[in-house]
Nanobody
Framework: QVQLVESGGGLVQSGGSLMLSCAAS????????MGWFRQAPGKEREFVAA????????YYGDSVKGRFTISRDIAKNTVYLQMNSLKSEDTAVYYC????????????WGQGTQVTVSS
């Protein structure tokens, strides 16, 4: 089992930046990729970005392309989400998730961190 702990959320003005971190602990061997998702009040959960753990390939949701960057530090078992040019519509709870190679879905989720962008 793996535990995921997000940090770095907060309140920021429109146009500003934030960096989220997600530290993984426990059974981290076998992770295929890690992703960030978000959910705003009254909306469905939305894919934000993902990174293949071993190769570093990255994928982004259309709404964040060019503004957000996902990265990872393998030695620290940590994935980051650098968010620039934030907009009010980026306001949501952001969740980190881990996907094991033995599964077809994201197996483990963090508790979430709130990001609020004021206009």
């Amino acid at each position: 089992q793996v535990q995921l702990v997000e940090s770095g959320g907060g309140l920021v003005q429109s146009g500003g930046s934030l960096m989220l971190s997600c530290a993984a602990s426990g059974r981290t061997f076998g992770i295929y990729d890690m992703g960030w998702f978000r959910q705003a009040p009254g909306k469905e959960r939305e894919f934000v970005a993902a990174i293949i753990w071993s190769g570093g390939y990255t994928y982004y949701g259309d709404s964040v392309k060019g503004r957000f960057t996902i990265s990872r530090d393998i030695a620290k078992n940590t994935v980051y989400l650098q968010m620039n040019s934030l907009k009010s519509e980026d306001t949501a709870v952001y969740y980190c998730a881990a996907h094991y190679s033995t599964s077809s879905n994201y197996n483990y989720w963090g508790q979430g961190t709130q990001v609020t962008v004021s206009s």
